[in-house]
């Protein structure tokens, strides 16, 4: 019985993270979306209702009611996105792609008026391939070598693996079919 009292007030605990907001970032909290601003650039975030978000002095608290394995996860998932948003706004995170074509040669162009990638003749393909991209991310393309910038992390890796899988081989043997635009260097790793 002592043993059942016992983990009975272990789930009983809160659990609380601070994490320090630097000096030039704003804070803002509307119930459940977080705001963080640094000169123009805004980013937010949707907290989940089991986290309860507030802004102390020169700290933000993620609390829980509970100590359950659900609340450990989500307050390591949340202070994990709170600090690369931190991160992004002092260095933007950037993803580095290569075009790669054995059997065709291969063009890729950004079009800045349609905010779209366009990827011509990929394998010997008439119609061209569009990728669209979304606001908020850089895009430069220097012949084989895409260049992706973005204070925020999931929208730079969202358009990255957007360009991948746009130049996706199909039905053929990957084998023999090496062509495609493929992901080379990351925040935090390098595949070369």
Do not use: C
């Amino acid at each position: 019985m002592t043993e059942k009292k016992k983990q009975g007030k272990k789930s009983e605990k809160k659990i609380r993270k601070e994490i320090a907001i630097p000096v030039d970032v704003e804070v803002h909290i509307d119930g459940e979306t977080l705001k963080m601003k640094k000169q123009e650039v805004i980013l937010t975030r949707v907290i989940h209702p089991l986290i309860k978000i507030s802004v102390e002095g020169n700290a933000i608290i993620l609390t829980t009611k509970k100590n359950r394995k659900i609340e450990r996860r989500l307050i390591g998932t949340f202070a994990a996105h709170i600090k690369n948003m931190f991160l992004g706004f002092h260095e933007p995170f950037k993803y580095r792609l290569q075009v790669v074509n054995v059997h065709f040669p291969m063009t890729v162009s950004h079009d800045k008026e349609k905010k779209e990638i366009v990827v011509k003749n990929f394998l010997g393909e008439k119609k061209d391939r569009r990728i669209a991209l979304i606001d908020g991310v850089v895009v430069k393309v220097n012949k084989d070598i895409i260049e992706i910038e973005s204070v925020d992390i999931e929208k730079a890796g969202q358009i990255a693996t957007r360009i991948e899988k746009g130049a996706h081989v199909r039905n053929k043997d990957r084998r023999v079919y090496q062509d495609g635009i493929f992901i080379i260097e990351k925040p935090g790793r390098s595949y070369l």
